[in-house]
């Protein structure tokens, strides 16, 4: 295993204290990426709670999506959303569990330009495993995971996966 409960509690704890440092003023929004990112947010959103700090959360669901049959290329599209909060003038954190080749993240941005002009985004990630493939670095990083591009990472969280864990398997 190459993370247990106690490293991605830590990980979140990283994540709420450095988005507190840069944001003391709680004026701010959180995004979760669904699945595992919405997870995230809410673990966020809970220490921020905790600490008095109440703020906006939506989920966007982001699947893959087979947009060219002939070439059987698959594409991240937006499926769904519920973001019932402005958009407009407000500072968004994007939450998800893995950041990989950033182009999950290119069409969230994309899915929160169409609701409005926010304010600023930025991006948190519970695990960024490398090999980006758009120029987007995270603004927050609970733990960096050095993979090989064919590895999956494969994320468990509790309220999701019935526990929290995380392993890194070969291809
Ligand atoms: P990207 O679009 O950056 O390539 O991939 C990010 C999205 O795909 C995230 O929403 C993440 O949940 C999922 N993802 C990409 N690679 C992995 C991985 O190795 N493990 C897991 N659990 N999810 C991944
Ligand atoms: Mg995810």
Not at 28 to 41: K, M, N, Y
Not at 85 to 96: A, C, K, L, N, R
Not at 128 to 138: C, I, K, Q, T
């Amino acid at each position: 295993m190459q993370l247990n409960a106690g490293d991605l509690s830590s990980a979140v704890d990283r994540l709420v204290t450095a988005i507190l440092s840069a944001n003391s003023d709680g004026q701010f929004a959180l995004v979760g990426l669904r699945s595992r990112g919405d997870e995230v947010a809410e673990r966020i959103l809970e220490q921020l709670a905790s600490r008095g700090i109440e703020v906006p959360m939506g989920v966007l669901d982001i699947s893959l999506y087979r947009d060219d049959l002939a070439h059987l290329n698959f594409n991240p599209k937006l499926q769904s959303s519920e973001i019932d909060f402005p958009v407009d003038g407000t500072h968004i954190i994007i939450v998800d569990d893995v950041l990989f080749t950033g182009r999950t993240v290119r069409s969230a941005i994309d899915a929160l330009m169409d609701y409005g002009r926010p304010a600023k985004i930025e991006l948190a990630t519970l695990i960024d495993r490398g090999h980006r493939e758009l120029p987007f670095a995270p603004d927050y990083t609970g733990v960096f995971l050095e993979t090989e591009r064919m590895d999956y990472v494969d994320v468990r969280l509790v309220q999701t996966d019935g526990e929290d864990a995380v392993m890194v398997t070969k291809n």
